[in-house]
Structure formats: structure tokens, C-alpha cells
């Protein structure tokens, strides 16, 4: 029988900011949790089906987790860490602020393609809503994550101009998400940064001046 789920998304936002746990146990329950998520729907998973996938007992996993909507969560969180750190990765000794958002962008259409977290969001009504018309907390959090990650600016203008980009930027982002990369060139890395470059270095001029300006000041 079907379950309900339900997602305490600030719980998510909030795991997504621990370290993973490095207990091969936990891994092993939630590496099980993610594939059984993936191919038969949230759902229909049940905390003992879990056990049985990681191969381990039923207590075991009561022992890490209070029930399966916590398990739900820190699958969730496990994915959203993995690709934010793919994206850092990605990203590492970019000095141009446009190149870096392209790249980010060029890694987040490959993870729609492959990710768990995208097939999840994609395929379960409960994430799909997380991700669209209950997304503003996932919204939020990412455009603070941004606007931090873009540093320092003079003012409160300046702040806000930064900030607006940046939530075009996850909006866009989580649209590409949700509904895939389509028509849009993904089997070429260097015909999709062109691609990618013509779309959005427009939308980044702004930042680029607020971010040269900064740096004079």
C-alpha cells in the first residue's frame, strides 16, 4: 500500500548544510533508500524494504533514523550536497565570473541528464512541489547561497541587483531541472558553454560591473 510522505523542506535546506556521514552503514541505507526512491516511487518504500535492499536489520536503520520521511530527507540533502560540491569542483580556479556561472550551469545540465536528485524531482509529485509551486524556501535558500558566493558589494542597490540576477539564475536553473535540457545542446561541452555564453553573459553584465566596481572600491 501506498504511503503518504510528507518533506519538512527546511529540514532538508538545513541537512544540506552538515557533512555527510562517513558511517558505511548509513551510507549503505541511504545509497539502498535512493535506488528503491528511483525505480518504485517514494511511496511504495517501506523502512523494512530499505533494510533489506542495504542489508542490514530493521533496527539498524530505526537506530539512524526515526522514521522514513527522516530517510527521505537525508537522501535529498545527500543529492543536493553532491551536486552543489560538483558544482564548487567545477568551477575551482575561474577567474571570470561569467565562465564560472557557465560552467556551473554546463555541470547542472549534465546532472539533470544522470542525477538522482533530478529523476526524483521529476517522477515524485511530493519533490515535484518541493522543486515548483511550494519551491520559495529552495529558492530562497539557493539565491542566499549565491548572493554569498558572489561576495562582497558597496550598497543596498547593489545588493539587490545581485541578489534579483541571482534568482533568475536558480529559477532558470531549477526549470532546467524539472523539465530537462531538451533541445538544448548537451552532447558538446564546448557548443553548449557558446550556447550557454550568448543566453546568459547579458543577464551577468550587470554583476560584472557591480563586481568590478567592488573590487576598485
Known sequence: MARPVVIDVDDVL???QVVSSTDDTTTRILDAAAELFATRGIRRCSV????ERSGVGRTTVYRRFEHRNQIVEAVLARECQRFFTSI???????ERLEDQVIEAFLTGLHAAETSILAELVRTQPELLAMFTVDGAPVVD???S??????????????????AAVAELLVRLAISLMVTGPGSFPVADDDVSRAALHRLLDPLLSPL??????ARIG
Open 145 to 162: 547561497f549565491l548572493v554569498a558566493a558572489f561576495g562582497p558589494v558597496r550598497g543596498e542597490p547593489e545588493r539587490r541587483q545581485v
Open 14 to 16: 538545513r541537512s544540506v
Open 141 to 143: 535558500a539557493a539565491t
Open 48 to 51: 523494512e524494504e530499505i533494510a
Open 208 to 213: 560584472v560591473a557591480v563586481r568590478g566596481v
Open 88 to 94: 564548487m569542483v567545477s568551477t575551482t580556479g575561474m
